[in-house]
């Protein structure tokens, strides 16, 4: 079964810095939209970083724009999230999702997330005050 598989969240001060990590074997890079969800308690999910495998253009939500990049390695078929900057209210759990079916642009990925295929099991990212 194809799933992405996420690494790398935990603790974090605010004002600190995180890698994600998000290792999506079994898809063919360059056919593929991938993109990094969050979901924080009582609140709905967000998507807030999205790149498009065939070309690289890239997609920021204004919540983490200038703070957070996405970039890939398709060697080694994983997308990254680099978060610097972190504020508390960037808690919550991080997903990696990945569509090659439906999504049709970088701001769709992130936009509409019930259209995507593939979603991992989320990894928890917690900043302190």
């Known amino acids: 079964q194809l799933r992405p598989v996420e690494s790398g969240g935990g603790l974090v001060q605010s004002g600190g810095s995180m890698r994600l990590s998000c290792a999506a074997s079994g898809f063919t890079p360059e056919h593929i939209y991938i993109g990094w969800f969050r979901q924080a308690p009582g609140k709905e999910r967000e998507g807030i970083a999205c790149?498009?495998?065939?070309?690289?253009?890239?997609y920021y939500a204004d919540s983490v724009k200038g703070r957070f990049t996405i970039s890939r390695d398709n060697a080694k078929n994983t997308v990254s999230l680099q978060m610097n900057s972190l504020k508390p209210e960037d808690t919550a759990v991080y997903y990696c999702?990945?569509?090659?079916?439906?999504?049709?642009?970088?701001?769709?990925?992130?936009?509409?997330?019930?259209?995507?295929?593939?979603w991992g099991r989320g990894t928890q990212v917690t900043v302190s005050s």
């Open positions: 790149m498009s495998g065939s070309d690289d253009n890239t």
């Open positions: 999702a990945v569509d090659a079916t439906r999504i049709t642009s970088v701001q769709r990925m992130c936009s509409d997330g019930a259209l995507v295929d593939y």
